[in-house]
């Protein structure tokens, strides 16, 4: 069935709904790596609220006396900061003319538009443009949407969790924050090193490349026979995670569909959450993440698993390092290219536990407005089939080579 979305309006501002503190907050270097890199988060709910874009709308704008600096702008000159201007969101109000299950919202994959339920800021990347922008899409079933696209500059995949969860506070009528207070700025953080600074130039600048969008389950009978194979390896005495074979898995099948060749080096970057490792504030919701790298041949992946876990465990070492990260030209090379693949988990930071009044989400799914290189999300919080498998959103094989990819994904059994 064809999805057709009216929009109430184009998107309007919504602002702190009383004055909020003014001034500039500096950004990290983790922060700044990442300016002008936008990825969106849609949240699918089947249990209809009352009214839910006003609902959310009015919810968002209190939230935002606790968020403000979401409300505010990137600031221009020399030393990006973010300013507590008090602008606001865009927001956008908008209905479907069918139900969630006729574009098979709740399923593996998607059978809609997802440029329909979400604000874009297309190719412009300026300094006045929101930090952040909404739509709640309502659906003839009572169900809704609600897509958010973020400017990766003011907070990460789980910042981002805290601040909805605080907006679903404020929908449901509950005192927000409920926990922790908001935290954007913490002078204590130290220097986290980024892989991205190693490159010629920010991702932000690369090109979009337009891959294929796949969703798929990788089913528990393959994770489970891979997890009792390493553990057998390991004569018992280590095992691997659900995240650790997945992941190797989306990196081996892209590998063998895209014809690698078996010399090529194939980089891995995988993002990893390290408030805790670094001691971040309750409540700190800038960027707060890593990224640490696996380099390998295309043709040597059998091993994947192992190096996935040495790379993490490798991980405080790598926080406590002051060296500047240096790579050999090649793999400078590979990481820019076609080779690469980028990996965020969103497990286990709260985008599940987001509640606007009738209940957490049914499905939660990630994207990107621009694809700038190969992007994998697995290990997806809320999957429809969970009793199946474990859902993963990969934007990662350009169309040339999804039916190759999607071939080495139905072999894994």
């Known amino acids: 069935m064809a999805l057709s979305v009216t929009k109430s309006s184009s998107p309007a501002l919504v602002a702190p709904w009383k004055p909020t503190p003014g001034g500039d907050l500096p950004l990290t270097s983790t922060d700044k790596s990442r300016l002008f890199l936008y990825y969106t988060s849609f949240h699918v709910f089947e249990r209809p609220i009352h009214r839910p874009a006003d609902t959310i709308r009015r919810a968002l ?78 659906f003839s079933c009572g169900g809704y949407v609600v897509g958010v696209t973020t400017n990766h500059v003011v907070a990460d995949a789980s910042g981002l969790a805290q601040f909805l969860q605080a907006v679903g506070e404020r929908a449901s009528g509950l005192p927000s924050p409920s926990s922790a207070v908001p935290v954007r700025h913490d002078a204590s953080l130290p220097d986290i090193p980024q892989l991205f600074t190693a490159l010629p130039r920010s991702p932000a600048s690369f090109k979009h490349v337009d891959f294929a969008y796949t969703d798929r389950t990788i089913p528990w009978s393959y994770i489970d026979r891979v997890k009792a194979e390493f553990r057998e390896r390991a004569g018992g005495l280590q095992s691997c995670t659900v995240f650790e074979v997945v992941t190797a898995a989306i990196w081996q099948c892209r590998a063998r569909a895209i014809g690698a060749a078996p010399d090529a080096p194939s980089p891995l970057v995988f993002s990893a959450n390290v408030r805790k490792l670094v001691g971040a504030k309750d409540g700190y919701y800038g960027n707060c993440v890593t990224s640490q790298m696996v380099t390998a041949t295309s043709g040597a992946v059998a091993d994947l698993v192992r190096l996935i876990k040495d790379a993490k465990e490798r991980l405080p070492g790598t926080l406590a390092g002051t060296a500047k990260l240096a790579l050999e030209e090649e793999v400078v090379d590979a990481l820019c290219g076609y080779n690469a693949l980028f990996v965020s988990s969103w497990a286990h930071i709260g985008l599940d536990g987001v509640d606007f009044g009738g209940g957490k989400p049914a499905r939660v799914v990630p994207n990107m407005e621009r694809t700038v290189a190969p992007m994998c999300w697995p290990c997806l919080p809320c999957s429809r089939k969970k009793d199946d498998g474990s859902n993963v959103v990969a934007c990662c094989v350009t169309k040339e080579h999804v039916e190759e990819f999607d071939a080495q994904l139905d072999r894994l059994r």
């Open 61 to 138: 704008s209190e939230a935002l006396v606790h968020y403000y600096p979401i409300a505010g702008r990137v600031s221009a000159g020399d030393d990006v900061r973010i300013s507590c201007t008090g602008d606001g969101v865009a927001f956008v109000a908008a209905t479907a003319s069918c139900t969630l299950q006729d574009v098979r919202c709740l399923d593996a994959p998607l059978a809609v538009p997802l440029d329909e339920l979400v604000p874009r800021y297309g190719e412009a990347r300026r300094t006045s443009d929101p930090l952040m922008a909404m739509q709640v899409t309502e």
